[in-house]
T-cell receptor, first 113, second 113 residues
Framework: AQSVSQHNHHVILSEAASLELGCNYS??????LFWYVQYPGQHLQLLLK????DPLVKGIKGFEAEFIKSKFSFNLRKPSVQWSDTAEYFC???????????WGLGTSLAVNP | NAGVTQTPKFRILKIGQSMTLQCTQD?????MYWYRQDPGMGLKLIYYSVGAGITDKGEVPNGYNVSRSTTEDFPLRLELAAPSQTSVYFCASTPGTQNTEAFFGQGTRLTVV
């Protein structure tokens, strides 16, 4: 079955630390890839997305993600986190022409000031 | 720019009561989804619809019903509320074409007591 794995369930960082959140998926064909962010008490918002082209995509608020096809991965990175990045981060994959997104379980990030 | 609108934002139900969670979108999107989000469990798809008059079950449809009489509206019905349905519910929509992301409503926090 198609699945998305997020390796880190809870991450605690200090401000200015670098961030990398792992995301792997199981599907061999063409995929669309997404990272969503959910700030405390809010709904999910798109952080960035990959459809095709340059495998390094840049999103809002200084986030970026790299699609590595050979590793079935789409890891999220940020060089220097801020307290305001405290949120839950979800990786999602749309495999082929599937009508449904496949979601990871999410990673809770806490940034200490 | 309303996007996806959900009502109500909060609701407390007694066991056995019924209610309808409303979802409407003004983006003329074909696809609409209902998810529930429980702590540490990510997003679980309840039902989805690919157009007016067409609905299909997701991962966790038991205890819920949906209808899609118009493109704009996709209400979720709980007939006999149970404590296991205590959750945060999100409605989302996408145009239905490839290479597009999902847009989410603000969520409904439901407690069944």
């Amino acid at each position: 079955a198609q699945s998305v794995s997020q390796h880190n369930h809870h991450v605690i960082l200090s401000e200015a630390a670098s961030l990398e959140l792992g995301c792997n998926y199981s599907y061999g064909g063409t995929v669309n890839l997404f990272w969503y962010v959910q700030y405390p008490g809010q709904h999910l918002q798109l952080l960035l997305k990959y459809f095709s082209g340059d495998p390094l995509v840049k999103g809002i608020k200084g986030f970026e993600a790299e699609f590595i096809k050979s590793k079935f991965s789409f890891n999220l990175r940020k060089p220097s986190v801020q307290w305001s990045d405290t949120a839950e981060y979800f990786c999602a994959v749309n495999p082929g022409n599937n009508r449904k997104l496949i979601w990871g379980l999410g990673t809770s990030l806490a940034v200490n000031p | 720019n309303a996007g996806v609108t959900q009502t109500p934002k909060f609701r407390i139900l007694k066991i056995g009561q019924s209610m309808t969670l409303q979802c409407t979108q003004d983006m003329n999107h074909n696809y609409m989804y209902w998810y529930r989000q429980d702590p540490g469990m990510g997003l679980k798809l309840i039902y989805y619809s690919v157009g007016a008059g067409i609905t299909d079950k997701g991962e966790v449809p038991n205890g819920y019903n949906v209808s899609r009489s118009t493109t704009e509206d996709f209400p979720l019905r709980l007939e006999l509320a149970a404590p296991s349905q205590t959750s945060v519910y999100f409605c989302a929509s996408t145009p239905g074409t490839q290479n597009t992301e999902a847009f989410f409503g603000q969520g409904t926090r439901l407690t069944v007591v």
